[in-house]
Nanobody, 126 residues
Framework: QVRPVESGGGLVQAGGSLTLSCEHS????????MAWFRQAPGKEREFVAG????????YYADSVKGRFTISGDNAKNTVSLRMNSLTPEDTALYYC???????????????????WGQGTQVTVSS
């Protein structure tokens, strides 16, 4: 097993932008969805955005719609998350996840994903 590897986190001022990247080089032939989740201190892990490789359908949490954009390269099994108009409420550890399931009824469920990265910290100052 090879876990996804995230990069691109950091410290940014409110209103700023940041792009996270994730590469999942293991078992590229069997990944059907990739997603970003986040977890802030004292809070549960929450879905942020996802992408289904077949057809390129994207999914977003209501809290990030219009501000975040997920994109990716199916052949390379890489996914990015462009985050604009960041607020302190976006501060969290961001995780990249990959699912080998052909179809997900709910993309936002964390237990639908088989591989998880170690996370990259995003801190937004006010």
């Amino acid at each position: 097993q090879v876990r996804p590897v995230e990069s691109g986190g950091g410290l940014v001022q409110a209103g700023g932008s940041l792009t996270l990247s994730c590469e999942h080089s293991g078992r590229t032939g069997s990944t059907y969805y990739m997603a970003w989740f986040r977890q802030a201190p004292g809070k549960e892990r929450e879905f942020v955005a996802g992408i289904r490789w077949s057809g390129g359908t994207t999914y977003y949490a209501d809290s990030v719609k219009g501000r975040f954009t997920i994109s990716g390269d199916n052949a390379k099994n890489t996914v990015s998350l462009r985050m604009n108009s960041l607020t302190p409420e976006d501060t969290a550890l961001y995780y990249c996840a990959a699912s080998t399931k052909l179809w997900l009824a709910r993309v936002s469920l964390w237990n639908a994903y088989d591989y998880w990265g170690q996370g990259t910290q995003v801190t937004v100052s006010s």
